[in-house]
């Protein structure tokens, strides 16, 4: 089923991100957490794609296990950097042959260590590009990403909007966010978003804090903020881990519970394919679909 029919039928929905395990033992442990998350009855769930296109075939075969052993909505992460049109060509292609009706479209970022984009002839240069492209093949719900305190290669955040709204022009159905932690970076994309025009559900990306010490490093790869009450934290309980744990759980779960509290309708959950910290977030605050 297309994630944004899913969307129009829910009061609320909660979705998962995974990513493609490397070994079998790994593997066990991600369909271990599919097992444990699936009894909350998620929306969808999406995998995962390695920046230049790096878990291509890991990811592919990932989406096929899932779909072939779940009867859970997959919907594949795919980026372009890197890619010719005929290698994204094939992905779709095999995508389409196994009933995968939902796309994460990106653009990727080049591999570790890697500080230019590459340039690809017949390749796509923007996520727009791509989901233009993935428009054409008329069987794909699309989605893609916006960034609450706009992309890190924005200059600003007119412009971030202005790109934001070209990929919902070129055929995204919806938006899910990079991780945040300051709910009113959130809350001013929203109201961004509405005075530009964007009428799709945006969907907030939410990572659970199990190690303060971490997330912070974490948000410095991502662009994500860290606000003065996670810093604090940070300072008090990053050397400890049982402290460090129960503090950051307390931070996600509040950040949550305040996003309930002003009608977040979605809620996407980053769980580094663990279902512990996820489970219990949902649990605390009855968030279950509806």
């Known amino acids: 089923m297309k994630i944004d029919d899913i969307l129009k039928d829910k009061k609320r929905s909660i ?24 009894s909350f009855n998620p929306s969808y769930v999406s995998v995962t794609y390695g920046a230049g296109g790096s878990t291509r075939d890991k990811t592919m075969s990932t989406v096929q296990k899932i779909k072939q052993k779940t009867s859970l909505t997959v919907m594949p992460h795919l980026t372009c950097i890197g890619s010719e049109k005929k290698e994204i060509s094939e992905i779709l292609d095999f995508y389409k042959s196994i009933g995968i009706e939902n796309i ?85 994309f929203l109201d961004r978003a ?35 009450p996670l810093n604090s934290l940070i300072n008090k309980y990053g050397d400890n881990p049982e402290d460090s744990r129960k503090a950051g759980m307390e931070f996600t779960i509040e950040q949550c519970r305040n996003l309930m509290e002003n009608n977040v309708r979605y809620f996407h959950f980053y769980t580094l394919n663990r279902w512990e910290a996820v489970s219990e977030i949902i649990n605390i605050l009855k968030l279950f679909p509806i």
């Open 15 to 38: 979705s998962f991100e995974f990513f493609p395990p490397k070994t079998e033992q790994a593997e066990q442990a991600l369909f271990e957490t599919i097992e444990k998350l699936s």
């Open 104 to 188: 994460l479209a990106l653009r990727g970022d080049p591999p570790m260590g890697v500080t230019e984009l590459p340039d690809i002839k017949d390749g796509f240069d923007y996520a727009k590009d791509l989901i233009e492209f993935i428009e054409t093949y008329e069987v794909f719900s699309i989605g893609a990403a916006a960034y609450p305190e706009k992309h890190k290669e924005s200059p600003n955040m007119e412009f971030d909007m202005i790109y934001t709204k070209d990929k919902v022009e070129a055929g995204a159905k919806f938006l899910i966010t990079q991780m945040f932690f300051d709910n009113r970076f959130f809350y001013g």
């Open 194 to 228: 509405e005075m530009i025009g964007i009428d799709v559900p945006i969907i907030p990306g939410i990572m659970p804090i199990t190690d303060l010490k971490k997330i912070k490093q974490l948000s410095l790869m991502c662009g994500a903020s860290i606000p003065n």
